[in-house]
């Protein structure tokens, strides 16, 4: 956990020294986001398909290419089986991000990658008997996406990523696929 937290200082620190030289043309944005959160390997065997709520700032870069991205995000997922409950994951990434085309494109794609860290919390009965457990962990994740211009500062994004959180026994992985609507940053 330490480790991780090193991790997202220098990562931040990497970012505002890209964009401290240029900061009177760096563009930021913010944004929100919601979708599916689909489980995948082990965790699929376990929980449904989930729902998802995301928030995101970021900045790009003086030429619109290179930027840096934090986003925090809720997902929840119902146990499979006769076992009531269910998995909620709250974290939070440092991304690097790519973007193509150019400023003055209608539609820009990008891909992103980066490390995180999510707080994992099952809660469910058996019977008569109920639990609760929960564990923070580092994770890790990458992805593509594409923002479309619709007007002025604003642009709605399409968006989805592969998480893999390093939780006890092994590794927790989804898939969130997101939709949202971001203002600024172009």
Request: aromatic share 10%; charged share 15%.
């Amino acid at each position: 956990m330490k480790r991780m937290l090193v991790g997202l200082v220098a990562s931040g620190f990497l970012m505002a020294g890209v964009a401290a030289p240029a900061a009177a043309q760096a563009r930021g944005y913010v944004g929100l986001g919601a979708g599916a959160a689909v489980p995948v390997g082990d965790f699929a065997d376990s929980d449904k398909l989930g729902w998802l709520g995301q928030l995101i700032a970021g900045i790009t870069g003086p030429s619109g290419r290179l930027g840096g991205r934090i986003d925090g995000g809720y997902s929840r997922h119902s146990f499979k089986g006769t076992v009531s409950g269910h998995d909620g994951l709250f974290g939070a990434n440092a991304d690097v991000v790519l973007n193509f085309g150019t400023t003055a494109s209608k539609a820009r794609p990008y891909v992103l990658a980066g490390v995180g860290f999510y707080n994992v919390k099952s809660t469910g009965s058996t019977g008569s008997v109920s639990y609760s457990t929960s564990e923070t962990k580092g994770a890790f994740n990458g992805g593509a996406g594409v923002n479309i211009k619709t007007s002025g500062n604003m642009a709605l994004y399409l968006e989805g990523r592969f998480v893999s959180i390093r939780a006890e026994g092994g590794s927790l992985n989804f898939i969130p696929l997101s939709v949202g609507l971001r203002w600024g940053g172009w």
